[in-house]
C-alpha cells in the first residue's frame, strides 16, 4: 500500500504504561520500525513526546481505551515550554478501538502499536472527535456539578423516606 504519513507512530495504551511503534523511512527506500514501552506516570510520557519529536513525528494514532489515554493526549497535544512554534508538534488521532481491533494475530501490545502505526502511514485510519482542551474542561466541570446534584436529589429523598416511614409515636417523644 501507499505510505502516506512518512514519520508517524502507534500508540497502544493500557493501565500503567504505553507500547510506541514508530515507522520513518529507512534510507533505502523502504520502511524502518522502532519499537518503545513508555511509563504511563507524567515522567514517562514526557519521554514518550521526546522520543517521538526526536523522530520527526507528525501523527500519532491511538485506541480510545476507556479514559487511559486522556492523559496522553494531554501530553501531546500542546506545545511545552522550549518547543520550536506556538503550533501543536503532533496532529493526534484517537481511533475507535472496535475498527482497529478485529484483525487475525494481534495478539501483543508491540503487535497492536505496530498495526496502528501501519493503517496510519497508509491514511486508513478515521479519528473519533475530540473537543478542544478547554471544551473538555467546561464539559468535566458540568458533568461534577450534574453529579452533585445527583447526590443532592438522592439524600433529599432518602430522608423523606426515612420520615414518612417512622412511627408517628417515635416522632413526637
Same mark, same amino acid.
Given at each position: 500500500m501507499e505510505v502516506i504519513v512518512d514519520r508517524c507512530a502507534g500508540l497502544d495504551i493500557d493501565k500503567k504504561s504505553v507500547m510506541a511503534c514508530v515507522r520513518v523511512p529507512d534510507g533505502s527506500?523502504?520502511?524502518?520500525?522502532? +519499537?518503545?514501552r513508555f511509563s504511563g506516570f507524567l515522567d514517562g510520557l514526557?519521554?514518550?513526546?521526546?522520543?517521538?519529536l526526536e523522530h520527526g +513525528? *507528525?501523527? +500519532?494514532a491511538m485506541e480510545a481505551t476507556s479514559s487511559y489515554w486522556l492523559p496522553i493526549w494531554r501530553v501531546?497535544?500542546?506545545?511545552? &515550554?522550549?518547543?520550536?512554534? &506556538?503550533?501543536p508538534p503532533?496532529?493526534?488521532?484517537?481511533?475507535?478501538?472496535?475498527?482497529?481491533?478485529h484483525v487475525p494475530?494481534?495478539? *501483543?501490545?508491540?503487535?497492536?502499536?505496530?498495526?496502528?502505526?501501519?493503517?496510519l502511514e497508509c491514511g486508513l485510519l478515521a479519528s473519533s472527535f475530540v473537543p478542544p482542551a478547554d471544551i473538555r474542561g467546561l464539559r468535566s466541570v458540568t458533568r461534577y456539578r450534574k453529579r452533585l446534584i445527583e447526590t443532592r436529589t438522592s439524600e433529599i429523598q432518602r430522608v423523606e423516606k426515612t420520615l414518612e416511614d417512622a412511627p408517628l409515636t417515635e416522632l413526637a417523644g
Open positions: 527506500g523502504g520502511r524502518a520500525e522502532h +519499537v518503545r514526557l519521554e514518550l513526546r521526546a522520543w517521538l +513525528v *507528525t501523527q +500519532v501531546l497535544e500542546e506545545p511545552l &515550554d522550549g518547543d520550536a512554534a &506556538d503550533d503532533f496532529e493526534l488521532l484517537l481511533c475507535n478501538a472496535r475498527h482497529v481491533k494475530g494481534r495478539k *501483543t501490545d508491540v503487535k497492536d502499536a505496530s498495526w496502528l502505526a501501519q493503517l
